[in-house]
Nanobody, 123 residues
Framework: RVQLVESGGGLVEVGGSLRLSCKASTLTFDDYAMAWFRQAPGKEREGVASIDPDGRTTYVDSVKGRFTISQDNAKNTLYLQMNNLKPEDTAVYYC?????????????????WGQGTQVTVSS
């Protein structure tokens, strides 16, 4: 059974940085596309960044130039480095894994999900 466990969320001031981690068990990144999604109160879940088994990345426009998705295959861990954080980045961030992903920022393409980690950016 695939397990995804996120960590690294917290409270940060505007302009600050956080690095989220997602430890994956019983899957290999060679077989899965991985992604970060977020959901703010009262809003739909949004795809933030993805990385496919070949290392190609995709970002939503609002985070381009500020967020970087990466993965460490040896540690089976996915990361999201978030810099220059803004209040609108406040959300619960989820890690997701999908075997057969066509639209990389579309949540229904992913079948495995973590429990989420809260990111709060204070102004």
């Amino acid at each position: 059974r695939v397990q995804l466990v996120e960590s690294g969320g917290g409270l940060v001031e505007v302009g600050g940085s956080l690095r989220l981690s997602c430890k994956a068990s019983t899957l290999t990144f060679d077989d899965y596309a991985m992604a970060w999604f977020r959901q703010a109160p009262g809003k739909e879940r949004e795809g933030v960044a993805s990385i496919d088994p070949d290392g190609r990345t995709t970002y939503v426009d609002s985070v381009k130039g500020r967020f970087t998705i990466s993965q460490d295959n040896a540690k089976n861990t996915l990361y999201l480095q978030m810099n220059n954080l803004k209040p609108e980045d406040t959300a619960v961030y989820y890690c997701a894994a999908g075997r057969y992903v066509a639209d990389h920022l579309r949540d229904i393409e992913y079948e495995q999900w973590g429990q989420g980690t809260q990111v709060t950016v204070s102004s």
